[in-house]
C-alpha cells in the first residue's frame, strides 16, 4: 500500500530532551516536507526536500532540523524541544505535479 | 494580505444538500489548486487537482478555478454525513514548488 508512515503517533517528553520524529514513504517521491497544524493557524510548513541531499526552510523552521539521505526518509529533530513546539505533526510526499500524500501525524506534547 | 483566505466555518448542512466552499488567494503566479479533506485525528487527504482555470469533476465533487478573480470553489452534490471534514484549500506555483494552505473550513452535514 502506498504511504506515509510516520513514528511515532503520540509523545510527551520534557523540555530540552532531544527527539526525532521518524518519516518514510515508499512511493519514491522526491519531493517530502514537514508540516505543523495548530487550532486557528492552519497546516504551516516547517521544512521541505526537494531531493536526497537537498532541504530548504520553509515558514517556521525555528527550533527544527531536518535531513535527507535517503529518498524514502525524512526525519524531523528537535534538538531541544521547548512548549511552543507542543503541536500535531504531518510529514507529507508528492511527486512533481501532484498533490501530497500525507501521514498519519504525531501528536508532540513538550512540557 | 495573506496568502491563501478560507472562511473557517463551522458550516452546517442537512443532509442530500448541495454544499460550497471557498478560498480566495492573493498572488496571480498560482497555478496549481487543490482541495483535501481532513477526518479528526487523521491526517489531510487530497480530494481534487486542478492546473489552471476551469472545472473539474469527480463524482460527487466538482472543483473550481476562476483565476481573473482568483477564486477557488469545491461544490458537493448529495452531502452525506460521511462528509462531515475540515476541507483545505491549498495553491502552488509550479509542480515543484510548496503548497499554500488555506486554514480550512469545518463542514457538518446533518442526517
Known amino acids: 500500500e502506498a504511504q506515509v508512515t510516520q513514528n511515532p503517533r503520540y509523545l510527551i517528553t520534557v523540555t530540552g530532551k532531544k527527539l526525532t520524529v521518524t518519516c518514510s514513504q515508499n512511493m519514491n517521491h522526491e519531493y517530502m516536507s514537514w508540516y505543523r497544524q495548530d487550532p486557528g493557524l492552519g497546516l504551516r510548513q516547517i521544512y521541505y526536500s526537494m531531493n536526497v541531499e537537498v532541504t530548504d526552510k520553509g515558514d517556521v523552521p525555528e527550533g527544527y532540523k531536518v535531513s535527507r539521505k535517503e529518498k524514502r526518509n525524512f526525519p524531523l529533530i528537535l534538538e531541544s524541544p521547548s512548549p511552543n513546539q507542543t503541536s500535531l505533526y504531518f510529514c507529507a510526499s508528492r511527486k512533481a505535479n501532484y498533490g501530497y500524500t500525507f501521514g498519519s501525524g504525531t501528536r508532540l506534547t513538550v512540557v | 494580505q495573506k496568502e491563501v483566505e478560507q472562511d473557517p466555518g463551522p458550516l452546517s448542512v442537512p443532509e442530500g444538500a448541495i454544499v460550497s466552499l471557498n478560498c480566495t488567494y492573493s498572488?496571480?503566479?498560482?497555478?496549481?489548486f487543490m482541495w483535501y479533506r481532513q477526518y479528526s485525528r487523521k491526517g489531510p487527504e487530497l480530494l481534487m487537482y486542478?492546473?489552471?482555470?476551469g472545472n473539474k469533476e469527480d463524482g460527487r465533487f466538482t472543483a473550481q478555478v476562476d483565476k481573473s478573480s482568483k477564486y477557488i470553489s469545491l461544490f458537493i452534490r448529495d452531502s452525506q454525513p460521511s462528509d462531515s471534514a475540515t476541507y483545505l484549500c491549498a495553491v502552488t506555483h509550479s509542480g515543484n514548488t510548496p503548497l499554500v494552505f488555506g486554514k480550512g473550513t469545518r463542514l457538518s452535514v446533518i442526517a
Open positions: 498572488n496571480s503566479a498560482f497555478q496549481y
Open positions: 486542478t492546473y489552471s482555470s
